[in-house]
């Protein structure tokens, strides 16, 4: 059986308030109870609390409906852990409002330089990574979905996630736009973590796009050398 699928699980036969809220396989439950952690850490003594409970209406929502997706199909160890890690990053970057996250208090504390220092940046680039992992991260639970669930060839389905990922981001940022100047309109730019960078939306939406053409690319490239390989060692 492969090491990142929880197939063969025996049915589950729990609540449905437990089915809804606590993975089924062991390892995922494991993963989700250290993200849920990280989650509660991360809200203790928020610097930004007003704008953090606004960037968390969705994510406590999304992780727990993972849980009920990965009880009621079959989701492997692999897509339900990028899943979480991108969460994970949101959480952070929540509590700091993205554009004040102190990566470079911690790399100072760590390695005594900063990484704004060494590689010459001007803003803080917490939430462009954020919108790369996205991409990076998400794209591989999609493609997964699509041919799993969807039955679609290995071509078709990574054409359509990494489609789905600019979609979303594109989404994502109308929706964002749309809630800072309801909510918001006086902090729109601090909310919206521009920075003084009128293309900061297109750059995020290309930096998804380029994560998950990246792991759709990685994840394709593997396929194929697995396929080959198991071509050369089949018997003439």
Sequence with gaps: MDSFTNAGAPLDDRPWYVRATIPRDPVQRLWFALFLVCFCVSCVNPPYLQFMLMQHAPTLP???????????FEISRLSFASILLFLALHTLGARYLYSYTPYDDWARQLFGVTISESFGFERNHFDRLVHFSYGLLLAI??????????????????????ECILATSALYEIIEWLVAVVFT????????????????????MALATAGAMISIGVMAAMHFSRTSSRKRQRPE
Excluded at 185 to 204: C, V
Aim: aromatic letters at 12%.
């Design 62 to 72: 999304a992780a727990f409906l993972l849980c009920w997706l990965a009880n009621r």
């Design 141 to 162: 639970p999609i493609q997964e979905f699509e041919r799993r669930h969807l039955g679609l060839s290995l071509a078709l389905s990574s054409v359509l996630a990494v």
């Design 185 to 204: 309109p006086e902090w729109a730019d601090q909310f919206l973590g521009m920075q003084g960078d009128i293309f900061d939306g297109q750059k995020d």
